[in-house]
């Protein structure tokens, strides 16, 4: 296998995406306090009980525990393969069996093709990120070469 630097073997983390999620998630606990606290209660001769403005800011909990798993979408390469946690599952792709690195046709995020035929997203590259994704893209595709012994088309 090809020496393959440290920088190289940094890990894959969303810019754009991260930033908006962690603000995002913020925003929606602030808010959903907020407004629980706002809403009439029966004191004041309105509706809402202290079970409906905690399920109020239970939603606003909710939306942040959401954001808070996008805001942990990662890859990070290993010794065995590239170690990838999206939104919902986290796997480990084995080196000998990534075809191909895609990054092109308006696809939001990387796209591995799998010896087997399978797809799988990488969500730690975004177009989101503008020139940056691009070259992590590219040196997601060059790590693939390195790690199979492929001389490099970048």
Same mark, same amino acid.
């Given at each position: 296998m090809p020496a393959v630097t440290p920088a190289a073997e940094a890990p894959f983390v969303?810019?754009?995406g991260r930033a908006m999620a962690?603000?995002?998630?913020?925003?929606?606990t602030v808010l959903a306090g907020v407004i629980a606290l706002l809403l009439p209660g029966p004191e004041v001769g309105g509706k809402w009980?202290?079970?409906?403005?905690l399920m109020v800011w239970s939603l606003g909990l909710a939306i942040a525990a959401l954001m808070v798993r996008y805001a942990l979408i990662k890859a990070?390469?290993? $010794?065995d393969g590239l170690r990838v946690r999206n939104l919902i599952l986290t796997q480990t792709l084995p080196w000998s069996e990534i075809e191909d690195v895609r990054f092109g046709g308006g696809e939001p995020w990387v796209m591995i093709e799998m010896a087997e035929g399978e797809s799988v997203s990488v969500m730690a590259i975004q177009r989101a990120d503008g020139p940056v994704g691009v070259a $992590?893209?590219?040196r997601l595709a060059a790590l693939v070469d390195a790690h199979q012994?492929?001389?490099?088309?970048?």
């Open positions: 969303p810019r754009r962690i603000i995002s998630g913020v925003i929606a009980g202290p079970m409906d403005k990070w390469p290993q $010794e $992590e893209a590219a012994g492929r001389t490099s088309s970048a």
